[in-house]
C-alpha cells in the first residue's frame, strides 16, 4: 500500500461506484490526491463493508496483505482502494479471521458523513511495496511509512489495531530467533558486535572475582 491506492492512472477512472450510498471517490488532480469519503454517518465498530470480490496477486502498492508470507497480499478490486493512510485512522481493515467471509472494514470511531475514510497501512502491511512521507498531520505521525517491520511493538500498540498476522511478524522479529531482519538492516554485525562485547565484559568480571 502507498498513501492513497489510485496512482497516476485513478483520475480517468470512470468505472461505477463499488459501494454507492455507503462511500464515494473524491478525485482530484494529480497523484495521491483523491481520498475515500463516507456517504453517511458509521457509529464505532460499525461495520463499514465486507471485503468482497477479493483476489490472490504479487505484493504491490495497490494490494492488502492478509497473512505471514510473501504471497499472501489480494487486490480489493473496489472503491476501497482509494482509503489513505492515517496513523491516527478511522477505519479499520480487519483481515485477520481464519474465514475470508468475515474479512471486513469497520469504524474505529465515530465517523461524520463527508469525512475521509483512513486506515494504519502498517496493520496490514509487513514490509510496503513503496515507502512514502506520511501526510496525515496528526500528534502521533510516524513521518515515513514503510511498514509494521520497521515500527516498534510499543507504536503499534498505540493504533489500537493490528492484524493478526502483523503480531505474528511482530512477536517473530522481537524475539530474535530469525536473523532475517538482522541482515534486512544490515546490523547483523552489530548484533555480533554487542555479543562479543558482552562475552568480554563477562570474562572481564570472573577474571576479576577470581584475582581478588
Not at 27 to 34: D, E, L, W
Request: hydrophobic share 35%; glycine share 10%.
Amino acid at each position: 500500500m502507498t498513501l492513497t491506492q489510485e496512482g497516476t492512472a485513478a483520475n480517468t477512472d470512470v468505472r461505477p461506484p463499488s459501494h454507492p450510498g455507503v462511500f464515494r471517490v473524491e478525485r482530484r488532480p494529480g497523484a495521491f490526491n483523491s481520498e475515500l469519503l463516507s456517504s453517511k454517518a458509521f457509529k464505532e465498530g460499525e461495520v463499514i463493508a465486507r471485503l468482497e470480490g477479493l483476489t490472490k496477486g504479487p505484493k504491490a502498492y495497490s494490494s492488502v496483505q492478509c497473512g505471514t508470507g510473501e504471497d499472501d497480499h489480494v487486490e480489493l478490486n473496489s472503491d476501497l482502494l482509494y482509503m489513505n493512510h492515517s496513523c491516527e485512522p478511522n477505519v479499520i481493515v480487519d483481515v485477520s479471521s481464519g474465514n475470508q467471509g468475515e474479512w471486513h472494514v469497520r469504524a474505529s470511531k465515530s465517523i461524520g458523513e463527508g469525512e475521509s475514510l483512513c486506515f494504519f497501512y502498517p496493520s496490514t502491511e509487513w514490509r510496503m511495496e513503496q515507502a512514502f512521507d506520511c501526510r496525515c498531520g496528526t500528534k502521533s505521525c510516524l513521518g515515513v511509512i514503510r511498514g509494521a517491520f520497521y515500527v516498534s511493538r510499543e507504536e503499534l500498540s498505540k493504533r489500537g489495531f493490528v492484524n493478526k498476522h502483523i503480531q505474528t511478524l511482530v512477536t517473530t522479529r522481537d524475539s530474535g530467533k530469525n536473523d532475517g531482519w538482522w541482515s534486512k538492516l544490515g546490523l547483523v554485525n552489530v548484533r555480533e558486535g554487542c555479543y562479543t562485547m558482552v562475552t568480554i565484559l563477562c570474562v572481564v568480571l570472573v577474571m576479576g572475582n577470581v584475582i581478588s
